[in-house]
């Protein structure tokens, strides 16, 4: 479906094996995220895996999937979260969470994820934005149910280097 719509807006080629090159190049080839170190980075690594920054920051870690197997396996410790407005705890209608939580030692203050939604549909998301604009930074505000969203994608020149949803109306728990 997304290729569908980018080829139809003219953001993507029609030939599908020209269009997995564009991905390819968008998500996974890897750049220097970092000037002082080598090709060390891509867009799927740090959206969906994530990263540390000099072993001091946590970069990244947006996926729910690697969340959840990372505290599986005892190397993510939740700390908390920020649900939707008028709510004291996250349910089966929540597709968003901001969290906090540490992993390999760090804390990252604020991060937040989809949760249950499929990698696939996040890849086709993000993409979609990610190629509808040319900005360094884009951000779209979406309706979801009764709760606003902001969908933000950082361009990292032409890849991907950051993207991630953002709860806008939230219960403003303190994480």
Not at 29 to 46: A, T
Not at 129 to 144: A, D, P, Q, R, Y
Not at 148 to 154: A, F, G, T
Request: with cysteine; glycine share 8%; hydrophobic share 35%.
């Amino acid at each position: 479906c997304a290729h569908k719509y980018l080829v139809k807006k003219g953001q993507s080629p029609a030939d599908p094996g020209k269009f997995k090159r564009q991905l390819y190049d968008m998500w996974f080839r890897l750049y220097h995220r970092d000037r002082s170190g080598g090709e060390d980075s891509c867009g799927f690594e740090h959206v969906f895996v994530g990263e540390t920054k000099h072993g001091k920051e946590i970069m990244g870690l947006h996926n729910w999937v690697q969340f959840y197997l990372q505290e599986k396996h005892g190397h993510v410790d939740y700390k908390g979260y920020k649900a939707r407005d008028n709510k004291n705890t996250p349910d089966e209608d929540d597709h968003v969470l901001n969290l906090q939580f540490s992993w390999k030692g760090l804390v990252k203050p604020v991060g937040s994820s989809f949760i249950g939604i499929s990698p696939e549909f996040e890849v086709a998301l993000f993409t979609i934005i990610f190629l509808m604009s040319s900005e360094k930074m884009t951000s779209v505000v979406v309706k979801v149910d009764e709760y606003m969203l902001e969908l933000v994608v950082y361009r990292h020149g032409s890849s991907i280097g950051t993207s991630y949803p953002k709860l806008l109306s939230s219960n403003n728990r303190d994480l």
